[in-house]
């Protein structure tokens, strides 16, 4: 599967950001999700998963009742909703994807995107 995010770009503190996945090139329904971060001179980080039907949701504690992750399988698309957000957002955004048990982990994902700047700045 192939997947490339948008959506990306510079916001205020405070602001909001919709990120979108577009997966092709396999059955999107087969691969359980996740959207990573990685900040400069940093480790790529969890943020949230989304099962293959979207039925379970899990979040970093960090973003957890700002973001919202989601997906429509007829679209090949899934996405984050990222509200309130704060300069610490900062990085680039992975959308990432596994057919197998999903996890927390980047190892836990086979297939990556080329990422998305996110900048939370005034």
């Known amino acids: 599967v192939q997947l490339v995010e948008s959506g990306g770009g510079l916001v205020q503190p405070g602001g909001s950001l919709r990120l979108s996945c577009a997966a092709s090139?396999?059955?999107?329904?087969?691969?359980?999700m996740g959207w990573f971060r990685q900040a400069p001179g940093k480790e790529r980080d969890f943020v949230a998963t989304i099962s293959r039907l979207g039925i379970r949701t899990y979040y970093a504690d960090s973003v957890k009742g700002r973001f919202t992750i989601s997906r429509e399988n007829a679209k090949n698309t899934m996405y984050l909703q990222m509200n309130s957000l704060k300069p610490e957002d900062t990085a680039v955004y992975f959308c990432?994807?596994?057919?197998?048990?999903?996890?927390?982990?980047?190892?836990?994902?086979?297939?990556w995107g080329q990422g998305t700047q996110v900048t939370v700045s005034s």
């Open positions: 090139g396999s059955t999107f329904s087969r691969y359980n």
């Open positions: 990432a994807a596994v057919a197998s048990d999903n996890g927390f982990r980047s190892l836990d994902y086979d297939y």
